[in-house]
């Protein structure tokens, strides 16, 4: 029995297929452009730029930056002769790469800012700044010279003792305790829903 050939070929080659969409490769940030944590600054397939000072890079070879600040393009020879690398810097007048063996710029969510020393007639030892000093007994703080406490933290520490707030000390083992406080929780729960359709 004779059969006919089909008039159309099924492959996809043959129907002419188009490419596919472009990936948006390439540089997403400039050099000196501002960052915030979390921008994309280069999309790439494979390292053609590897991440510098205060940058990551994705499993998909993104650079991506992790700290606010100002983006640079740079090589650094005393690391490696060839890689090209992508940096943030904090300050617009930082430059990439540092010398050899320097300390790496981390900005840890701190602000610079002078340290006050003691003088005559200051602080007495033991004294946080700007809190009452407490001689003797369990609340005695000593620090190091040349180290203080934020005066925010102390207060917020102590709120509750002021306000004469009593806590039941914790105890790591005592099972009946975390049991009755989930049913609590529960019948409390049980009794909105039970609220909630009788609406």
């Given at each position: 029995?004779?059969?006919?050939?089909?008039?159309?070929?099924?492959?996809?080659?043959?129907?002419?297929?188009?490419?596919?969409?472009?990936?948006?490769?390439?540089?997403?940030?400039?050099?000196?452009?501002?960052?915030?944590?979390?921008?994309?600054?280069?999309?790439?397939?494979?390292?053609?730029?590897?991440?510098?000072?205060?940058?990551?890079?994705?499993?998909?070879?993104?650079i991506?930056?992790?700290?606010?600040?100002?983006?640079?393009?740079?090589?650094?020879?005393?690391?490696?002769?060839?890689?090209?690398?992508?940096g943030?810097?904090?300050?617009?007048?930082?430059?990439?790469?540092?010398?050899?063996?320097?300390?790496?710029?981390?900005?840890?969510?701190?602000?610079?800012?002078?340290?006050?020393?003691?003088?005559?007639?200051?602080e007495?030892?033991?004294?946080?700044?700007?809190?009452?000093?407490?001689?003797?007994?369990?609340?005695?703080v000593?620090?190091?010279?040349?180290?203080?406490?934020?005066e925010?933290?102390?207060?917020?520490?102590?709120?509750?003792?002021?306000?004469?707030?009593?806590?039941?000390?914790?105890?790591?083992?005592?099972?009946?305790?975390?049991?009755?406080?989930?049913?609590?929780?529960?019948?409390?729960?049980?009794?909105?829903?039970?609220?909630?359709?009788?609406?």
């Amino acid at each position: 029995m004779p059969s006919r050939p089909a008039s159309h070929a099924s492959q996809g080659r043959a129907n002419k297929a188009a490419p596919g969409p472009g990936k948006r490769l390439g540089a997403k940030k400039g050099d000196s452009e501002l960052v915030v944590p979390g921008n994309i600054i280069f999309r790439q397939r494979g390292t053609h730029w590897f991440p510098g000072e205060n940058c990551g890079m994705g499993r998909d070879h993104t650079i991506f930056a992790l700290q606010k600040g100002f983006v640079r393009y740079y090589r650094d020879p005393d690391r490696h002769a060839e890689r090209k690398y992508i940096g943030v810097v904090f300050e617009r007048e930082m430059e990439l790469p540092r010398g050899r063996g320097a300390s790496r710029w981390r900005r840890l969510g701190l602000e610079e800012r002078e340290m006050v020393g003691k003088g005559e007639g200051e602080e007495e030892e033991g004294q946080v700044m700007g809190m009452p000093a407490v001689k003797g007994g369990v609340g005695e703080v000593v620090l190091r010279e040349g180290y203080q406490y934020r005066e925010s933290n102390w207060s917020i520490g102590r709120t509750a003792e002021r306000a004469g707030v009593k806590v039941r000390a914790y105890k790591p083992n005592d099972r009946w305790m975390a049991w009755r406080k989930t049913n609590e929780r529960k019948e409390r729960n049980a009794e909105k829903r039970s609220l909630r359709r009788k609406r």
